[in-house]
């Protein structure tokens, strides 16, 4: 296995790229594009109200338990950059699970 089984690359397909140059050929393989889920798909558990030194990874470690599962935060809020969930203070992070 590529990832760790908690990585958001996780059973995604793999690619591969085919490469030749004169007699030299070569094969190149990729973790095929990851789209960011639709927020749709979960239920807000609870609400983060960003305070001054919040970082992200802290705050999934508070509310998920593991600091490396902050992109699952990113998810549900639909951010493609991690940084911008905690630039704002004041702004709701929601802490989503998915729906059964």
Known sequence: M???QTSRYCNLPI???SLAKGNISREIKYVRRRFIPSAEGMITA?????V????????AARY??????????????????????TSKLGRRIKI???KF
């Open 15 to 17: 690619g591969t790229l």
């Open 52 to 59: 001054q030194g919040d970082r992200l990874d802290n705050i």
């Open 64 to 85: 998920i338990s593991d600091p490396s599962l902050y992109w699952k935060i990113c998810d549900a809020n639909e951010a493609m950059v991690p940084d911008e969930l």
């Open 96 to 98: 989503a699970v998915p």
């Open 2 to 4: 590529m990832f760790d």
């Open 46 to 50: 609870v609400e983060h109200l960003v």
